[in-house]
């Protein structure tokens, strides 16, 4: 596998700011980082649809707004629907050429969305879905959600009773309708979400990608370490960097070189309270997971 | 073009002579035969529009004001449970300002289940800034259709239109359809004031302090006055290139009445016959009915009971815990008049879930209120089993 090239197709998008400084997000955001490069690549031709989310708050207040592209704020639930319709607005009133982009938390889409969402992928609308995510309702003062993985602290798994179910597999779900395009990214290599933006414009259909997305209040870790959070969720294969087009061709972005889980915990607070052995209880299942997920790479090879 | 055609078939002509662009529907009973006629429609082409086939109503709202906010004509259906599932989304269509046209067939709230009509569907969403009209016949459903487009993208705020269920959902009778460039002729294309544009990029919808927040919903209320007007001169553009009309308000054999009951929905064609029974007797009765309630037509109300004796409202509808929320709505535009002017007002509860409304129960109404007691405020209810 070719190593993922950081900062090469980066520059190609870098003259173009669509999202500007004086947005309100935390030092540190990794949402705020994935917008712009979203943004740089889709161009200014491309409408943002925006549920309730840390994004409805860090486009600005009225009448501001950090994005130069037209903003919509719709119902925590309905991002998908909304971006769904805004695409058939367009059509009837005969306007093309323009990225309709669903860009939502892990809430949106994990929880209060879900139908819609399912719906959406279902009609295979032909919007752009971004889940930024960032494991838990942060916007509202980081409760759980079920983008949440097992062990984390959060205001509403605390102390002892830390959240003890899995993670929700988002991309294996949505791989499920058979949709276009779906694939996962992070800040950290802005080269594969580039790429990944630029794949999805050039598809149509529901796509969707999703982005780990570092936050450093609610993961009570360093500003400073977003990046290397992300860069550490993927080389520890926590979150495994992929794409599956149509449902069944998966291709791994990167075969990242094996680190600890360990390393990927120490940088966040979320995870203290956790003993050697849930720590290695967490380590498993990531193994478990990838080995799953070589499995399935090569199904269709088998097919 | 004149067919036979169910209130629900008329709903959907409706929408398809003001060449609704995006339709976003769930089926819910009784409101079905809406969207499977707007399906059919649009697949053999006699609607150019795209129909987004959701799964909630929820969902169906949200289809709405997606496409409105991308600057398309949109248009939905639903009912009871459906239309309180949208409630969320209602709030926002209004205070989003998209024109959005709904057509609600109203039924009864569960539990139990009941597919039959009352008013509480709708009256639950009163508040949520739409304009409401109440129809009384499938051709009234197919024309205000139409107008609620006009008076909706005027003051770009939604409407809703609502019809009874079964009593006009179900029921057929001769409509007369406009063609397309007819009402073309009346409702020009949308033309929204502002939109989603690549080129003129706005972002809507995003956070407002206290700074802002009470001048957005005051605007909204002096959209909600001048809807008045707008829809008044939209129902007389109506009958002047139509031929048909309906006011804000109807009244019927009101000119020399002591005794007045209002209705709405079905409700008003029979009381229309009723009335016409109790004149032949010797009763000084007559009929108001309400077609508008949001914005509510307070000076036309007042001055059509100011002076009579006594009026009876008919509440298909029950606000538990306060009464009918017409009777309500009623007290609150007379309370402002001079006392001697002032009718008493009474209230009386009358099929809900669909329960008949027969000429012999509204009969009973009108004598009721003839002899009872002093108004005390108290409701009462019509046809109560044991």
Redesign the interface.
């Known amino acids: 596998m070719e190593a993922l090239s950081y900062l090469k197709h980066f520059k190609e998008v870098a003259e173009h700011e669509i999202m500007h400084s004086g947005h309100v997000a935390c030092p540190g955001c990794g949402a705020a980082i994935a917008m712009r490069l979203a943004l740089k690549t889709l161009g200014?031709?491309?409408?943002l649809?925006i549920p309730a989310c840390c994004w409805?708050?860090i486009?600005?207040?009225?009448?501001?707004?950090a994005?130069?592209?037209?903003?919509?704020?719709?119902?925590f639930?309905?991002a998908s629907?909304?971006?769904?319709?805004?695409?058939?607005?367009?059509?009837?009133?005969g306007?093309k050429g323009?990225n309709v982009v669903a860009w939502a938390g892990d809430g949106g889409t994990f929880d209060i969305g879900f139908?819609?969402l399912?719906?959406c992928a279902?009609?295979n609308d032909n919007i752009i879905y971004v889940c930024y995510d960032n494991e838990a309702y942060m916007n509202t003062g980081i409760q759980r959600s079920s983008a949440t993985p097992w062990g984390a602290w959060t205001s509403t798994t605390p102390g002892s009773d830390y959240k003890k179910e899995r993670k929700k597999n988002l991309l294996e779900i949505m791989a499920a309708h058979r949709i276009p395009y779906a694939a996962s990214t992070t800040v950290a290599y802005p080269d594969d979400l580039v790429l990944k933006f630029r794949k999805a414009m050039s598809i149509e259909g529901f796509r969707l990608i999703h982005i780990f997305s570092p936050c450093p209040p609610g993961h009570k870790a360093l500003e400073k370490n977003s990046i290397l959070e992300a860069r550490y969720a993927v080389e520890s294969r926590v979150f495994p960097l992929y794409e599956v087009e149509d449902g069944t061709k998966y291709t791994l972005s990167m075969d990242p070189p094996t680190r600890p889980v360990a390393d990927y915990l120490d940088l966040q607070g979320r995870f203290r309270h956790l003993n050697k052995k849930e720590r290695s209880f967490i380590q498993q299942a990531v193994d478990e997971e990838w080995t799953r997920l070589m499995h399935r790479m090569r199904i269709d090879e088998a097919l | 073009m004149q067919k036979v055609l169910t209130g629900n078939e008329a709903a959907a002509w409706g929408a398809m002579c003001a060449q609704a662009q995006v339709i976003s529907a769930y089926p819910i009973t009784p409101q079905t035969t809406i969207i499977e006629e707007l399906a059919n429609l649009v697949a053999n082409g006699m609607l150019d529009a795209r129909f987004i086939k959701v799964e909630s109503e929820h969902s169906a709202m949200a289809g709405c004001i997606g496409a409105q906010a991308a600057g398309a004509r949109t248009f939905t259906a639903t009912s009871s449970q459906g239309l309180a599932l949208m409630h969320e989304l209602l709030h926002w269509a209004a205070l989003g300002r998209l024109p959005v046209v709904m057509a609600d067939v109203n039924r009864a709230m569960a539990p139990g289940w009941s597919i039959w009509t009352d008013q509480n569907d709708s009256l639950a969403q009163r508040d949520t800034g739409w304009l409401h009209y109440y129809c009384e016949s499938n051709q009234e459903v197919l024309d205000t259709v139409i107008q609620s487009y006009k008076v909706a993208e005027t003051v770009d705020l939604p409407v809703m239109l609502v019809l009874d269920a079964f009593f006009l959902s179900h029921t057929y009778e001769a409509v007369h359809i406009p063609s397309q460039d007819e009402t073309a002729k009346y409702l020009p294309p949308y033309k929204p004031s502002i939109y989603l544009d690549v080129k003129d990029p706005h972002a809507f919808g995003g956070i407002v302090q206290q700074d802002v927040y009470m001048e957005f919903r005051y605007k909204m209320q002096v959209a909600m006055n001048e809807a008045l007007e707008v829809a008044e001169k939209a129902d007389d553009d109506f009958r002047e290139m139509f031929g048909r009309g309906y006011g804000l308000i109807e009244p019927y054999r009101l000119d020399d009445a002591d005794y007045v009951l209002v209705t709405s929905g079905t409700v008003a064609s029979t009381a229309r016959v009723t009335v016409d029974d109790l004149r032949e007797k010797g009763h000084s009765v007559g009929m108001l009915k309400i077609r508008m309630l949001r914005p509510f037509p307070f000076e036309k109300v007042r001055q059509i009971l100011s002076g009579r004796k006594r009026v009876a409202v008919l509440d298909r509808n029950i606000c538990v815990g306060m009464g009918g929320i017409f009777t309500q709505e009623i007290r609150n535009a007379m309370y402002h008049i001079p006392e001697d002017k002032r009718p008493s007002i009474y209230g009386y509860i009358v099929g809900l879930g669909g329960r008949d409304v027969s000429p012999e129960v509204i009969a009973s109404i009108a004598e009721d209120v003839q002899k009872r007691a002093v108004a005390d405020g108290e409701q009462v209810w019509i046809g109560l089993k044991e």
């Open positions: 200014r031709d491309t409408m649809i409805a708050v486009d600005g207040p009225f009448p501001y707004s994005c130069s592209v037209p903003v919509y704020q719709t119902a639930e309905t629907i909304t971006a769904g319709a805004v695409r058939a607005g367009l059509d009837a009133t306007k323009i139908g819609q399912s719906a279902e009609r």
